[in-house]
């Protein structure tokens, strides 16, 4: 199971509390996860990723195993921990402002 963490408007929206855990079959990437999380979580939809590209949104940004993995390729993959459940991967909404 690949446990990921959501801000907490993103857990609001969802109506999770908490970690979730996801099923992911295959490799264990950034897509593979967000699919995931998005077919399960279908209100999540172009919440975290832009819907017609795909990318990420501009203030959310991914972590693992203490990594800011935002730029990394969305099929490279995961680091191992967060493959084997012991690591989760985060999403988190970044700050702005002054």
Do not use: K, W
């Amino acid at each position: 199971m690949i446990r990921v963490t959501l801000p907490a408007h993103l857990r609001t929206l969802a109506q999770v509390d908490g970690e979730v855990q996801l099923q992911v079959a295959g490799q264990v990437t950034q897509r593979a996860v967000l699919d995931a999380l998005e077919e399960r979580y279908p209100m999540l939809r172009g919440t975290i990723r832009d819907r017609a590209r795909g990318r990420r949104r501009a203030f959310i940004r991914f972590f693992a195993c203490e990594e800011d993995l935002s730029n990394e390729q969305p099929d490279a993959p995961l680091p191992e921990a967060v493959a084997a459940g012991s690591e989760p991967f985060m999403v988190v909404g970044a700050m702005a402002g002054g």
